[in-house]
């Protein structure tokens, strides 16, 4: 895929014009991130901004035992490395490659020009922080108020609302995150979201399948109703 092409698939330069598209390709340099191999530490200074064209990245936080705090799971078409572009603080947080990730990154020089002559951008990059912050705010209301099984199933339902096709049956979620990989997100053990889903499972909730979770509408119907 040409770098234009994969530009267009991200949710803040949709609105671009073909001619800016183009503009900005060109000064995007590409990156193939192994994976399980660090795209950006935190703490370090930071002067780029990334894109995602294939792959999902994680961002994590790490405890002093070496605990993993999973604060989102990006994928195609989103984007990470803003805060320290715009704040000029070290990065916030450690970006991680899950599978193999096609990068496009954008300098702070290349940024702000781009900015300047292109503010629907900015106000695309605000909408998108905002979201964050809303679900950075839901997780730590959950975290106070949420017993883990809660956690647990409210993960699950985000999972189906954002990745699920709708099935006989349900949403199925093609490629769920691991179970520790649950657990990061939701500041809990791989053994406690373990017994949650064989749980979920055994009530003909959801059903397990490799990587597939369907995730069955009685389940969004009962969340729904809790709500
Ligand atoms: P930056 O601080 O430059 O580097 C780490 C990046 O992780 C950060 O920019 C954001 O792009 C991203 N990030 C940090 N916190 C969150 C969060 N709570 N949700 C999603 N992305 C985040």
Not at 24 to 39: E, H, M, N, T, Y
Request: with cysteine.
């Amino acid at each position: 895929m040409d770098n234009v092409a994969l530009l267009r698939q991200v949710s803040i330069f949709q609105e671009l014009p073909e001619a800016v598209l183009a503009d900005l390709a060109g000064r995007c340099r590409p990156k193939i991130a192994d994976a399980g191999s660090v795209i950006v530490s935190q703490e370090e200074p930071g002067d780029a901004l990334f894109v995602i064209g294939q792959g999902r990245v994680k961002v994590v936080l790490y405890g002093e035992t070496g605990r993993e705090i999973i604060l989102s799971i990006l994928q195609v078409g989103d984007f990470f490395g803003e805060m320290s572009l715009l704040d000029r603080q070290p990065r916030s947080a450690n970006v991680v490659a899950i599978d193999e990730a096609h990068l496009l990154s954008l300098d702070r020089e290349a940024f702000q020009t781009h900015l300047t002559a292109n503010p629907s951008t900015g106000l695309a990059i605000l909408a998108e922080m905002s979201r964050r912050l809303r679900h950075a705010d839901e997780v730590i209301g959950n975290l106070a108020l949420l017993d883990v099984y809660a956690r647990v199933a409210r993960a699950i339902r985000d999972l189906a609302q954002k990745q699920g096709e709708p099935i006989e049956g349900g949403l199925l979620v093609r490629e769920r995150p691991t179970q520790q990989e649950m657990a990061g997100l939701i500041g809990t053990s791989r053994e406690t979201v373990s017994r949650a889903l064989n749980d979920f499972t055994r009530r003909g909730l959801i059903e397990m399948n490799g990587k597939q979770i369907l995730v069955r509408w009685g389940f969004l119907r009962n969340m729904d109703e809790a709500a």
